[in-house]
């Protein structure tokens, strides 16, 4: 366990002014602009609805009324008649995909499930599960032609919420699901797709220590990411059997294994073209258009189709995270030190199996060292869409359980947050409650940086009367993954890099950030670019925070390569071995020799091999991420509604490559957990139909809802990265909801645990408490 | 959307016309903010859109100091909110005219239009209300007046008749010592539809310590825009104090017949139909003091 190195947080305002590189660096801490920044702002960015074709047909998805249904018969014979319409597809086109499970990077799927949830079979499961799809010569006739499209149902009542589902005499969502009871296959079938449990210590001694012991129980609603740009998809099928998608994805080859896997197509007949991405957060992993727009393209006599989500369709059928019931109990000491923590975590999963009730079991306490846990895990199918990833899957409802219930020990005991933290926060060495250790670490250091921040050392007038202050912590662990690149050089001492992790979060620019600076270039000679799936070897989804670790990792071995490789080729020019030929400050020398590093390029054009390197890599050194936030706010007590009047927030980065790409991942992932916090939801009615299905009552915030969100950069350099880089796009939208919830029982000693926390739940829980009070003898 | 035909209309008489012969396959239109989210969205079916903003009464905003303002119907809110007169003499409907949609939303939609659209919820109509409009209608048997109070009758549904459609609005000239405002309460701060919205208004005596007239409407409480005149009545010479506030605001809470749907709950509206009309009260006294109530935290009116 080394010493850690002298922190000085970087502060940002978003202001550009803030950057402070180290000396060793030339372009790693800078801020420059990015490669796509001007295609953006000025709307020349193609996105996936940009994709046009001359014999483009339209495509449309009937969609499921019913939350749970069997389908009797569909009679597509109408539609089809429609003059317009070139081709009808249901779930019979699909060919019956493998009962197996396939990890698409965050999350993974069973691969018969993932089929069924691109097109019924036989079933349906939530409001808006696809039934059928047609494709037609123009939007508006493909539109008429669904309502053509005759589904009989047999309908059947829903199973919403987790209560309904694991009630005994429960109706079953999927007949042939078993529970995977730690391991072990069920015999009777369920709603409970899996029970796992993580244990350390003994907790019933760990408690029998405790001088103070809470337990609450906390909830949380079905939330979407709320990406921007919709869903969409464009497939050829051509007459040669090859098949070209263009698509917006967090990753073009898992587009292309699972449209593979369920068209059962090989791979190498498919090039997945990845078009520019509106925001993805998780959600554009799993395909769902893809596959049926190949089919279409292939049933329309292999012309282009093109499908588009409507915002209800992405809100209906896409994306969610899961809803959730966690009871929390801890123990601590007199003195404050935290000795047990017992948890039961259960979480929807929608229709199909795979909520991420496993990642928020080790979120829930991952920053604290407990020697006594005990954590069960329970994944429950509803009928509700099936969850996706979205930003640290399953960590936002855990650590509102969690440090909702760490701040009330803190309080209880009489103990100053932050120094009940750093009293109990986890180091290098200490075992989280899935027995991993923790690598090398930062999170006591985002602890201390909140605590000498000039935000939580200001005094917050009419705290207590209405204004109060929170802060919690969260943890992320990060993912290194594969990723393959190859880079060309330019005889005009440019450099061409080709990766293919497609850019949500201004990747393009880390990456070819990292290269300059492995190179010994400036980063405007580096042109970068994402390629399609038949450029490069397999690329990992941009996911798990691990882009500019992992494909930072390509990068730094490219521009090693490159280098190796310039001085092999001027070597041979010059006769000397290339043990002679020194690279310093862009010059290349060997005795008299001596030329720049663009000379250098023209040189070798002309005179030697032309140079292009590759490197594919594997990052398992990937390092964890903390995340420790302050927020003041205003509670109106007359209507329940918060508002957000500071926020701040100190996060380990490892190594900053792009510190206005990190502070804009810190605030993203803020601005996102707000949201979560205080007023989404999804709305269902009793018979399961989603009543809110678009962005007037899916609440997510405006900007007027938000404040400047302030931003401390931790630097706690990951050991297994050179530049010491760890994750940074996930971790910040782990503490905001139970910072929010600490931050109001500060303000009126109400304390909420239900999400979201909006004015409606709000304004209940303080009259209730005014009720109360009055009612107590004086 | 299906396609459907369009005809703009020169004159109320054309306007009537063609309303009358095509019954209910027909709709004015006039920003078009609802009616063309309703019709893409396939909650409303039409052959026929006619288009009332080449009419020059519907887009003709003026002032009169013995007749008031005239607000056309398909007038926008932009227009209605940089009016001078407006500003000065009906600040309530200054308020509701710039929370109504964005900037964008306000550059097209118009009172009449959302008068028309008679949801319960509607921005514009509880201030209206408490600034005393009228509705000038015309139909195939001329033209009638109706105070706007009396306009709805349940939800998206009006008194309009077959072949009528809406004018617009004439709004009395104000009293001296007169003030009103409007409020919504909405869980975010921008993008939503009112959970209760209160419009007050009031006349104070000329030392401004006694309320000579008061009236009082809300939104989103009953099946219509709900016009509570006990509540303005129980002000009606009363000095203004924290008291009598509190008075008219139990009225109108009690007056309220909310239902709970996904935007509030019962006891969360009735609540809330309280708290807004008191903050309207004291936010329409001030106006008619002009004076400014700041409170402990510095915050305008008790609220942000």
């Known amino acids: ?778 | 959307m299906r396609a459907v035909d369009y005809v703009p209309v020169r004159s109320v008489e054309e306007a009537v016309a063609v309303l009358a012969e095509h019954g209910d396959r027909a709709a004015p239109l006039a920003g078009g903010t609802d009616l063309i989210a309703q019709l893409k969205e396939g909650h409303r079916s039409i052959d026929l859109i006619v288009d009332v903003k080449p009419i020059p009464e519907l887009m003709e905003l003026s002032y009169d100091p013995a007749a008031g303002l005239w607000i056309g119907g398909a007038v926008p809110c932009h227009r209605i909110s940089r009016s001078q007169v407006v500003r000065r003499h009906y600040p309530a409907l200054l308020d509701s005219t710039t929370l109504i949609g964005g900037i964008q939303i306000q550059g097209r939609a118009s009172l009449g239009g959302n008068v028309c659209n008679a949801s319960p919820a509607a921005d514009s109509v509880p201030n209206l209300i408490a600034h005393s409009a009228t509705c000038h209608v015309a139909g195939p048997q001329g033209t009638r007046t109706i105070p706007l109070e009396a306009f709805f009758v349940g939800p998206g549904q009006t008194v309009l008749r077959p072949g009528e459609f809406l004018v617009g609005f004439r709004l009395p000239v104000p009293p001296a010592h007169f003030g009103a405002a409007y409020l919504r309460f909405i869980p975010r701060n921008e993008m939503d539809i009112a959970v209760v919205g209160a419009g007050a208004s009031v006349v104070l005596s000329p030392d401004g310590q006694t309320v000579q007239a008061a009236r009082i409407a809300l939104g989103a409480v009953a099946p219509t825009p709900l016009y509570v005149p006990e509540a303005g009545q129980a002000l009606v010479g009363q000095p203004v104090t924290e008291e009598s506030i509190a008075r008219a605001a139990q009225i109108a809470r009690d007056a309220a017949r909310p239902i709970t749907d996904m935007r509030g709950t019962v006891a969360q509206r009735k609540h809330l139909a309280g708290v807004l009309t008191a903050r309207a009260l004291r936010i329409a006294i001030d106006r008619a003091r002009g004076t400014k109530t700041v409170d402990s935290l510095g915050r305008l009116n008790g609220h942000a």
């Open chain 1, 1 to 778: 366990m080394g010493a850690n190195p002298k922190l000085d947080p970087i502060r940002g305002e978003g202001s550009g002014n803030g950057s402070r590189p180290q000396p060793s660096y030339k372009v790693i801490g800078t801020r420059p602009i990015r490669p796509d920044g001007v295609d953006k702002v000025t709307g020349r960015a193609l996105y996936g609805a940009d994709v046009r074709f001359p014999d483009l047909l339209h495509g449309k998805v009937l969609r499921s009324p019913h939350a749970r249904a069997r389908i009797r018969s569909i009679d597509t014979s109408q539609a089809e008649a429609l003059p317009g319409v070139k081709a009808v597809v249901t779930g019979a086109d699909l060919p019956t995909a493998e009962d197996r499970f396939e990890d698409l990077g965050e999350g993974g799927i069973n691969l018969r499930y993932l089929s069924e949830n691109v097109l019924a079979h036989g079933r349906v499961l939530y409001h808006g599960h696809p039934v059928a799809a047609v494709a037609a010569v123009s939007p508006h006739i493909a539109e008429e032609a669904l309502s053509l499209i005759q589904v009989d149902y047999e309908v059947l009542p829903p199973v919403m919420t987790l209560e309904e589902a694991m009630a005994e005499d429960a109706p079953i969502l999927l007949e042939e699901l078993r529970t995977d009871e730690m391991g072990e296959r069920g015999n009777r079938p369920t709603n409970v797709a899996a029970h796992f449990r993580y244990e350390l210590g003994n907790v019933e001694e760990g408690f029998a220590q405790a001088d103070l012991v809470v337990e609450r129980e906390f909830r949380t609603q079905t939330v979407h990411q709320g990406y921007i740009e919709p869903q969409m998809a464009t497939a050829l099928y051509d007459q040669d059997g090859q098949i070209t998608i263009w698509t917006s994805t967090q990753g073009s080859f898992s587009v292309r294994s699972q449209v593979a896997e369920i068209l059962q197509i090989p791979v190498s007949r498919i090039r997945v073209v990845p078009m520019e991405i509106g925001g993805g957060f998780g959600g554009k992993i799993t395909v769902y258009l893809e596959p049926v727009a190949v089919l279409l393209s292939r049933k329309a006599g292999y012309r282009p189709v093109k499908l588009v989500m409507s915002r209800a369709e992405v809100l209906m059928a896409t994306g969610p995270t899961s809803g959730s019931r966690i009871r929390m109990k801890m123990g601590a000491t007199r003195d404050g030190r935290i000795v047990a923590a017992e948890a039961e975590l259960v979480y929807e999963a929608g229709a199909f199996p795979g909520s991420p009730v496993g990642s928020g079991a080790v979120v829930l306490l991952a920053p604290y060292n407990i020697p006594n846990v005990r954590i069960d895990g329970y994944d429950v199918v509803v009928n509700r869409p099936r969850a996706s990833a979205y930003r640290a899957p399953g960590g936002t409802n855990a650590a509102f359980a969690s440090e909702s219930v760490v701040d009330e020990l803190a309080r209880k005991l009489g103990l100053d947050p932050l120094e009940f933290r750093l009293k109990n926060g986890a180091k290098e060495g200490d075992r989280m409650a899935n027995g991993l250790p923790h690598p090398k670490i930062g999170y006591l250091e985002t602890v201390e940086a909140i605590r000498n921040s000039e935000h939580y050392n200001a005094p917050l007038e009419g705290r207590g009367r209405g204004r109060g202050r929170g802060v919690a912590s969260g943890y992320w662990g990060n993912w290194g993954g594969k990723s393959s690149a190859t880079a060309v050089l330019n005889a005009d001492g440019t450099v061409t890099l080709n990766e293919a992790s497609t850019d949500i979060g201004g990747t393009r620019a880390s990456i070819a950030m990292q290269f300059a600076e492995s190179l010994g270039i400036p980063y405007e000679k580096v042109k970068i670019r994402v390629v399609d799936t038949d450029c490069v070897s397999y690329n990992d989804v941009t996911g798990g925070s691990r882009t500019t670790f992992g494909t930072g990792l390509a990068a730094y071995e490219l521009g090693q390569k490159m280098k190796a490789a310039m001085i092999q080729r001027l070597a041979d020019i010059w006769g000397v071995s290339p043990e002679e030929v020194v690279y310093e400050e862009m010059v290349f020398s060997a005795g008299e020799n001596r030329v720049t590093f663009d000379e250098a390029a023209k040189l070798i054009e002309r005179r030697s091999t032309p140079v292009m390197v590759e490197a594919e890599v594997y990052g398992k050194k990937y390092g964890p991420a903390f995340s420790t936030q302050c927020v003041d706010v205003e509670v109106d007590v007359e209507t329940g509604k918060v508002t957000i009047l500071r926020y701040t927030i100190a996060q380990d980065a490892g190594k900053a490559i792009h510190p206005a790409y990190v502070e804009g991942q810190m605030q993203g992932g803020v601005a996102q957990g707000v949201g979560w916090a205080l007023n989404e939801e999804y709305v269902y009615d009793r018979e399961g139909h989603l009543l809110n299905a678009s962005l007037l009552d899916y609440r997510m915030p405006t900007a007027l809802d938000l404040p400047m969100i302030e931003t401390l950069i931790v630097e706690v350099p990951n050991p297994g990265h050179p530049y010491g880089v760890r994750g940074v796009g996930e971790v910040n939208i782990v503490p905001p909801a139970a910072a929010l919830a600490n931050a109001i029982y500060d303000a009126i000693g109400v304390r909420m645990t239900e999400l979201p926390m909006n004015p409606a739940r709000l304004l209940e829980a303080i009259l209730a408490k005014q009720a109360q009070e009055s009612t107590q003898p004086a």
